[in-house]
């Protein structure tokens, strides 16, 4: 049994590392894509400046980003960036009360797949599609506008020529 998995694509090496470090710190989108069921989200945007405060605008909606990243993304004001979320990283908002650093987003939903003891909940911006994996609780009905919270102290910023982690 190994504790570090290789992850290659078309005979290149992108990550060499644990698999909790693998899922947590991915070194790129492909990386960051590949681990993980679902998969990580990706969605395209622009970062955006305002009274010293940095955004994450993707045209129908728009995050405020946690001060903690502040320095890192301050040299891509202005251009465009993939934000990379997990599924269990997104949140019906009645029940993501004990979380810090929210971000409200306004989504139709399209697909609602119950498995059991979570849900996954494919939702739309109007812009970009993405996966929400939820307990069942209750399930929101097909073409119904809700309102989802992102946890933006678990978000990832790629660049959007690279794919790099920023």
Known sequence: MGDRIVIMKDGDVHQIDSPLKLYN?????FVAGF???????FINGTITNSSDQLFFDEG???LTIPSKLKEKLSNYIDN??????RPEDIYEADFAHEVKNLASVESVVEVVEPLGNEVFIYLNTGLNSYIARVAARKTPPVGQKINIVFNMNKVHFFDINTENLI
């Open 25 to 29: 710190v991915p070194k790129n989108k």
């Open 80 to 85: 465009d960036i993939i934000l990379g979320i």
């Open 35 to 41: 681990i993980g069921s679902p998969s990580m989200n």
């Open 60 to 62: 129908n909606i728009k």
